[in-house]
């Protein structure tokens, strides 16, 4: 049986073809088509009818919980914007076959079946799922993954890193991995990062990421009396201290050394540096982003059908 995975319909539209094997229950991708183009391209999909014509096509989020959250934020044609019947219609090479989608943020969760862990505790962070900034799971080999806590639109801390990169004078969504670089620990500006520290909520409970105002507008030029350095430099030294909090967090109360990066939070390589010296075992794909989610949401799918679920994981949660 082959199925295709699929995002897109925004940024990073991609595809990953699955072979399945309905007897042995194995199923392996066979090829990877990661673009970084708005759309799909009809001639590309048809490229891949070589490896087989789909059966099924797995879609890498929720659409109609999309179109709320925009709804609810105030974008434009939320309803008109998130048709993936009529989109997919629109670009498959061949008639639509039964489809189906998984949480965006399960989808990114899912990459940890590809990982080298029995068990992990799973940080998926981004900007935005449907509703969903981060989230927590519990992930263990040969089960489905159980997502134990979730932060909710508008705390974002990918919003929040893309924020400070366009109060950089950098584009946001395209230049967080330039601002990264930018990091220099000689040139902490201690007015700066102040600054920068007084826009997150802080919270009892220590890990979850929480901001004053709604990182989807900006900050407006709270920051316009810094250099370009100094706000680079502060802004991945908050967000590290925050990602590695949540590390630490989720590691203690989850009784795991291993943890799992996914979403767009997890290219960053120096907060993966950060936590590995707490001496945690981390690990992410190689594309944990929505372009990576063409292959991990397949995962996902196969998980809800396999005959091993939640219920055993779920026991030893609800006992903690």
Not at 39 to 65: A, F, Q
Not at 174 to 198: F, P, S, T, V, W
Not at 253 to 270: D, H, M, P, W, Y
């Amino acid at each position: 049986m082959i199925i295709w995975g699929m995002s897109g319909k925004g940024h990073d539209a991609s595809v990953t073809v699955f072979e399945t094997d309905e007897v042995g229950g194995r199923c392996n991708p066979v090829v990877c088509h990661y673009t970084q183009k708005p759309r799909h391209n009809k001639k590309e999909l048809s490229d891949l009818l070589k490896y087989g014509t789909p059966e099924h096509i797995v879609w890498y989020e929720n659409p109609w919980k999309k179109a709320f959250r925009m709804w609810w934020a105030g974008q434009e044609k939320p309803f008109k914007r998130n048709q993936i019947k009529k989109y997919l219609k629109e670009v498959l090479p061949i008639p639509l076959p039964t489809y189906s989608y998984v949480g965006h943020h399960e989808a990114h969760a899912a990459h940890f079946y590809e990982s080298p862990f029995e068990t992990a505790a799973i940080i998926v962070a981004d900007s935005i799922g449907e509703w969903d900034t981060t989230s927590i799971w519990y992930g263990r080999q040969r089960y489905k993954n159980v997502k134990v806590r979730r932060v909710r639109y508008p705390d974002s801390l990918g919003l929040f890193y893309s924020a400070l990169t366009q109060a950089a004078g950098l584009t946001p969504n395209k230049d967080e991995g330039k601002l990264e670089k930018m990091y220099n620990e000689d040139n902490l500006n201690e007015q700066c990062l102040r600054a920068i520290e007084d826009l997150v909520i802080p919270c009892n409970e220590g890990w979850r990421p929480m901001f004053w105002s709604n990182m989807h507008r900006g900050i407006g030029d709270k920051l316009s009396l810094f250099k370009q350095e100094d706000i680079a430099t502060c802004t991945q030294f908050v967000f590290s201290k925050i990602m590695c909090k949540m590390a630490k967090h989720w590691s203690e109360e989850l009784e795991t050394k291993n943890i799992v990066l996914s979403g767009g939070c997890a290219f960053n390589k120096r907060v993966k540096a950060d936590i590995e010296e707490m001496g945690l075992n981390v690990w992410s794909p190689a594309n944990p982003g929505d372009g990576g989610s063409s292959r991990s949401c397949v995962l996902a799918y196969l998980r809800k059908q396999a005959r091993f679920n939640v219920f055993f994981n779920q026991l030893w949660l609800n006992a903690k």
